[in-house]
T-cell receptor
C-alpha cells in the first residue's frame, strides 16, 4: 500500500511566524511531489511542486525534499491569516505502465492575527 | 479564460437514482481525473483518462462510470450501485508531454444523497 502521511493538526501559528508542514511517503520510486492548499468548502489549489532533493522557493513558500529520508516539507514564512487552510501533500507514484497521485489527508493550518 | 469547469456545484440525489457530474476543460490538457473527497480523508482516485475513448479504473471505481468522447470532456456517472455516494467530487486535468506532472482541479461538485 503506497501511503502519504501528514500530521492532521490542527497547527496553529501566530501571524508573522513560520509555519512548517511535514509529509512522509512510503514509495521509494516516487519522483514528483506537490503541495496543494484547500480552503474550507473549496477545491485544492496547487502551490508548489518539487522534483529534486533540496529546497525550492516561491515567494513566502519553500518546499524541501529529502528522497533518502522519504520526506517532503512546506515552510510558509511571514504567515498571514489568509494562509489558514488545509494543506495537502501529494506524491506521484508509479503504477504499472502508468502513474497516479497519492494524497495525504492534509494538515489544517490556522494563522492567528 | 482557460480553466476547468464542473457542474452542478451542488447536487441532490434520491436513493436508487443515477446522476451525471459534468467536467469540462479548455486548457488542451491530455489527461483528466475524477477524485472523491470525504471529510477528514485524502482524495481518492475514481477514474482517469489519458486519451480520448480510453480510461482506467482508479482505487474506488465500483459504482461509478465515465466516458471520454471528447478531449475537453470527462463526465462521471454515479450509479445506484454506489452505496455511499455523498461526497465532494473533484475533477482534475494535466498535460502529459514535457515532463509536466502538475494536476489542476476544477471547483468541485458536492453530491448529497437524500
Amino acid at each position: 500500500q503506497k501511503e502519504v502521511e501528514q500530521n492532521s493538526g490542527p497547527l496553529s501559528v501566530p501571524e508573522g511566524a513560520i509555519a512548517s508542514l511535514n509529509c512522509t511517503y512510503s514509495d521509494r520510486g516516487s519522483q514528483s511531489f506537490f503541495w496543494y492548499r484547500q480552503y474550507s468548502g473549496k477545491s485544492p489549489e496547487l502551490i508548489m511542486s518539487i522534483y529534486s532533493n533540496g529546497d525550492k522557493e516561491d515567494g513566502r513558500f519553500t518546499a524541501q525534499l529529502n528522497k533518502a529520508s522519504q520526506y517532503v516539507s512546506l515552510l510558509i514564512r511571514d504567515s498571514q491569516p489568509s494562509d489558514s487552510a488545509t494543506y495537502l501533500c501529494a506524491v506521484k507514484v508509479p503504477q504499472g505502465g502508468s502513474e497516479k497521485l497519492v494524497f495525504g489527508k492534509g494538515t489544517k493550518l490556522t494563522v492567528n492575527p | 479564460d482557460g480553466g476547468i469547469t464542473q457542474s452542478p456545484k451542488y447536487l441532490f440525489r434520491k436513493e436508487g437514482q443515477n446522476v451525471t457530474l459534468s467536467c469540462e476543460q479548455n486548457l488542451n490538457h491530455d489527461a483528466m481525473y475524477w477524485y472523491r473527497q470525504d471529510p477528514g480523508q485524502g482524495l481518492r482516485l475514481i477514474y482517469y483518462s489519458q486519451i480520448v475513448n480510453d480510461f482506467q479504473k482508479g482505487d474506488i471505481a465500483e459504482g461509478y462510470s465515465v466516458s471520454r468522447e471528447k478531449k475537453e470532456s470527462f463526465p462521471l456517472t454515479v450509479t445506484s450501485a454506489q452505496k455511499n455516494p455523498t461526497a465532494f467530487y473533484l475533477c482534475a486535468s494535466r498535460v502529459l508531454a514535457g515532463g509536466r506532472n502538475e494536476q489542476f482541479f476544477g471547483p468541485g461538485t458536492r453530491l448529497t444523497v437524500l
